[in-house]
Nanobody
Framework: QVQLVESGGGLVQAGGSLRLSCAAS????????MGWFRQAPGKEREFVSAISSSGSNTYYADSVKGRFTISRDNAKNTVYLQMNSLKPEDTAVYYCAARSTRLIATMAAAYDYWGQGTQVTVSS
């Protein structure tokens, strides 16, 4: 079992920035592709970004390309989501997730472990 603990959410004005962190337990963190998802009120959980186990490959939803950057520090067992130029439409609960194979994926159903979520609210 993998434990994921998220932090870094909060309230920011439109155009501002936040950096989310997700700390993973265990010494096998470097084997897991990681993803970030978000869920706004009344909407389904939405893919945001994913990163391969090595950090070499990244994927982004079209809605966040050019604004968000995913990264990881395997020595610290942590994955990050740097969010710049935030918009009110980015308001959601953000979740990090880990996949138990080395293949990167963009579907929520492909991920096996989930964090508790952290609220991001962007005011206009």
């Amino acid at each position: 079992q993998v434990q994921l603990v998220e932090s870094g959410g909060g309230l920011v004005q439109a155009g501002g920035s936040l950096r989310l962190s997700c700390a993973a337990s265990g010494r096998t963190f470097s084997s897991y592709p990681m993803g970030w998802f978000r869920q706004a009120p009344g909407k389904e959980r939405e893919f945001v970004s994913a990163i391969s186990s090595s950090g070499s490959n990244t994927y982004y939803a079209d809605s966040v390309k050019g604004r968000f950057t995913i990264s990881r520090d395997n020595a610290k067992n942590t994955v990050y989501l740097q969010m710049n130029s935030l918009k009110p439409e980015d308001t959601a609960v953000y979740y990090c997730a880990a996949r138990s194979t080395r293949l990167i994926a963009t579907m929520a159903a492909a991920y096996d472990y989930w964090g508790q979520g952290t609220q991001v609210t962007v005011s206009s």
